[in-house]
């Protein structure tokens, strides 16, 4: 068997006497998609902001790619192709939806040229392109997870971190977000997913992770984890149907 | 703006500008040329200042550190090695370079932000004031005046019988701090300094090196100050530190771009052009006031006072500038039709 992509081991971060993780162990191979779940204020945010670098870990050790990430700035571990959106969009307001998105492919090219053309294929890709060429202010709520979306694409990523992208969209909105993440995981891009709409999360994850109280309660398939007593108890308050489809 | 604005645009623009003063200071009096040469130098400082401030966002109130040490730079080396003034002027921009990356490292490792750095930066630049007053290599506060040669040099930047001529060398040094500018801003540099401006969060999980393209930014902002700084003293024949690295060439510095749009590639420009003029009229109004107004005659401050309320009524009014003011402009009439 290889390497995971993603591996982390037993992190764990302490905000005074809060432990929001404690000894989270995480692993994620090639193109899996894995749902990261769990009530408010489990630490799935913090496990995310652990692993892309925004901050160190008190304990554990984060690889990705073999390659030991521990303690790296933000930005190294975007160009190591670890990239991640954030839970309430971040858009450069001033500048327009398309170069946004450029700020992201810059990461690939110097190439002014280079970059918009890139840029325009996601925007195309996000179903986006109406909207190219107007500030990034003027965007609904929904078009702002799509641009996030967007600006991490552009970077070409090996593995995404989403932060709740489908937060706020309404239950269609969610479908086709579900449907472009399968896209982008057809084009080989692994992700870790952090949702609370349990519909598609389930539909969308190969595994899932359950996070309570900064602690991993549960990892396994979609159906494993919907039957798990404890998750049922932590989290689903019932058990949960999942769609057959 | 449906397409990649064309990146070479803007450098017609540039020549269109160049064309527009060559052809105009053919027709100009002794007044209106020093006027020019004043529209330019503040043009040129303005769009030095916005490639940190406006493009970046990192807004400094310290400006008059790197153009005090361009004024410095060249001054000392023209009477000391008798070095020709636009060595001196390489040389100030290399050092006021070189200043500027202490102070950008000390400021953004430790991630002085927004008001907080707008302290550092003036705090910087006050200290260097202090430190010229005592410095005797420099003459003290006392400050020191530029030798005279008589007559006219290119090479020693003097031109006692053309004047005009000080109106082509800043022309020739606007042109090289407005090439830079649109260069930054047509780049992917320019992308980035606008990306930390918006966002520092997002723009590192982008790839963005917040940190060091900061540094790059304040850089070359505070090289390009120095140019500004060497051309006053010869300009002016004399140099103090109340005069370069105190408090009012700051703010004179950081207005025109404000005024004219902020972190737009010809707002500094368009600042420079409007509130040059509008300075010079103050100043002689304030020196001859119409009778009903005597009592204003004479008293120092008045200009900066009605700068001020102009300041305001702009910031108020327009916020983005004149650039972003007319830009809603258009696009209104265009959503009319």
């Given at each position: 068997?290889?390497?995971p992509l993603l591996l982390?081991?037993?992190?764990?971060k302490?905000?005074?006497?809060?432990v929001?993780v404690?000894?989270a162990?995480?692993e994620?191979?090639?193109?899996?998609?894995?749902?990261?779940?769990?009530?408010?204020?489990a630490g799935?945010?913090?496990?995310?902001?652990?692993?892309?670098?925004?901050?160190?870990?008190?304990e554990g050790?984060?690889h990705?790619n073999g390659?030991?990430?521990?303690?790296l700035k933000?930005?190294v571990?975007?160009?190591?192709?670890?990239?991640?959106?954030?839970?309430?969009?971040?858009?450069?307001a001033?500048?327009?939806?398309?170069?946004?998105?450029?700020?992201?492919?810059?990461?690939?090219t110097s190439?002014?040229?280079r970059?918009?053309?890139?840029?325009?294929?996601v925007?195309e890709?996000v179903?986006?392109s109406?909207?190219?060429d107007?500030?990034?202010?003027?965007?609904?709520?929904?078009?702002?997870?799509?641009?996030?979306?967007?600006?991490?694409?552009?970077?070409?990523?090996?593995?995404?971190?989403?932060?709740?992208?489908?937060?706020?969209?309404?239950p269609?909105?969610?479908?086709?977000?579900v449907?472009?993440l399968?896209?982008?995981?057809e084009?080989?891009v692994?992700?870790?997913?952090?949702?609370h709409v349990?519909?598609?999360i389930?539909?969308?994850?190969d595994r899932?992770a359950?996070?309570?109280?900064g602690?991993?309660?549960?990892t396994?398939?979609?159906?494993?984890?919907?039957?798990?007593?404890?998750?049922?108890?932590?989290y689903?308050?019932e058990e949960?149907e999942?769609?057959?489809? | 703006?449906?397409?990649?604005r064309?990146?070479?645009?803007d450098?017609y623009?540039l020549?269109?500008?160049?064309?527009?003063f060559?052809?105009?200071s053919l027709?100009l009096?002794q007044?209106?040329?020093?006027?020019?040469?004043l529209?330019?130098f503040?043009?040129?400082?303005?769009a030095?200042?916005?490639?940190?401030g406006?493009y970046?966002?990192?807004?400094?109130f310290?400006h008059?550190?790197y153009y005090g040490i361009g004024?410095?730079?060249?001054?000392?080396?023209?009477?000391?090695?008798?070095?020709?003034?636009?060595?001196?002027?390489?040389?100030?921009?290399?050092?006021?370079?070189?200043f500027?990356?202490l102070?950008?490292?000390l400021s953004?490792r430790?991630?002085l932000?927004?008001?907080y750095?707008?302290?550092?930066?003036f705090?910087?630049?006050e200290m260097?004031?202090?430190?010229?007053?005592?410095?005797?290599?420099?003459?003290?506060s006392?400050?020191?005046?530029?030798?005279?040669?008589?007559g006219?040099?290119?090479l020693?930047?003097q031109?006692?019988?053309?004047p005009t001529?000080?109106?082509?060398?800043?022309?020739?040094?606007?042109?090289?701090?407005m090439?830079?500018s649109?260069?930054v801003a047509?780049h992917?540099?320019?992308y980035?300094?606008?990306a930390?401006?918006?966002?520092?969060?997002?723009?590192?999980?982008l790839g963005?090196?917040p940190?060091?393209f900061?540094?790059a930014?304040?850089?070359?902002?505070?090289?390009l100050?120095?140019?500004?700084?060497?051309?006053?003293?010869?300009?002016?024949?004399?140099v103090?530190?109340e005069?370069?690295?105190?408090v009012?060439?700051?703010?004179?510095i950081?207005?025109?771009p404000i005024?004219?749009g902020?972190?737009?590639i010809?707002?500094?420009?368009?600042g420079a052009?409007?509130?040059t003029?509008?300075a010079?009229?103050?100043?002689?109004?304030?020196r001859?006031?119409?009778?009903?107004?005597?009592v204003?005659?004479?008293r120092a401050?008045v200009d900066v006072?009605i700068?001020?309320?102009i300041l305001?009524?702009?910031?108020?009014?327009?916020?983005?500038g004149?650039?972003?003011?007319?830009?809603?402009l258009?696009?209104r009439?265009?959503?009319r039709?």
């Open positions: 068997m290889s390497d982390c081991t037993r992190a764990t302490a905000f005074g006497g809060l929001a404690n000894g162990t995480i994620l191979d090639e193109e899996e998609i894995l749902g990261l779940i769990g009530p408010n204020g799935k945010t913090t496990l995310f902001n652990i692993i892309s670098g925004e901050i160190p870990p008190d050790s984060i990705f390659v030991d990430i521990t303690g933000p930005h571990i975007a160009q190591k192709g670890l990239v991640r959106t954030f839970q309430i969009a971040k858009p450069f001033k500048l327009s939806v398309v170069e946004n998105v450029m700020v992201g492919a810059f990461i690939n190439n002014v040229e970059a918009n053309q890139l840029a325009r294929e925007i890709f179903g986006l109406s909207h190219a107007q500030p990034a202010s003027n965007l609904t709520t929904a078009s702002r997870k799509k641009l996030e979306l967007a600006r991490a694409l552009a970077t070409r990523p090996k593995l995404l971190l989403l932060d709740e992208v489908m937060a706020g969209l309404t269609t909105e969610s479908v086709s977000m449907e472009l399968q896209g982008i995981r084009q080989g692994t992700q870790l997913v952090i949702e349990m519909q598609a389930m539909t969308l994850s899932i359950v996070l309570h109280h602690e991993l309660i549960a396994g398939t979609p159906k494993q984890v919907v039957s798990d007593s404890s998750v049922i108890e932590a689903l308050g949960f999942i769609a057959e489809n | 703006m449906s397409k990649l064309n990146i070479s645009s450098y623009w020549l269109a500008v160049v064309f527009f060559l052809i105009v027709f009096d007044f209106q040329i020093s006027l020019a040469i529209i330019l503040w043009a040129l400082l303005g030095a200042w916005n490639i940190l406006g970046a966002g990192q807004f400094s310290g008059a550190a004024a410095y730079a060249s001054v000392v080396l023209l009477l000391n090695y008798d070095l020709s003034p636009w060595v001196g002027m390489l040389a100030g921009a290399a050092l006021a370079g070189l500027a990356l102070i950008g490292y953004f430790y991630g932000k927004g008001a750095f707008a302290l550092a930066t705090a910087f630049a260097l004031r202090l430190i010229a007053s005592e410095l005797e290599l420099i003459n003290t006392v400050g020191i005046h530029v030798p005279l040669i008589g006219d040099s290119w020693r930047l031109f006692e019988d053309t001529n000080f109106f082509y060398s800043i022309l020739i040094l606007f042109v090289l701090v090439v830079v649109i260069w047509r992917k540099v320019g980035y300094f606008q930390i401006r918006e966002d520092e969060d997002a723009a590192s999980a963005v090196d940190v060091g900061k540094l930014a304040i850089v070359i902002s505070g090289a100050t120095a140019l500004g700084g060497s051309f006053f003293v010869q300009h002016f024949g004399f103090s530190p005069l370069v690295f105190g009012a060439i700051s703010i004179e950081l207005l025109r005024v004219g902020i972190g737009t010809w707002g500094p420009l368009i052009i409007v509130l003029p509008l010079e009229f103050t100043r002689t109004f304030v001859n006031p119409p009778p009903f107004l005597e204003i005659e004479g401050g006072m700068f001020g309320v305001i009524a702009i910031i108020i009014f327009m916020p983005d004149i650039v972003g003011a007319a830009k809603r258009g696009e009439y265009i959503s039709e």
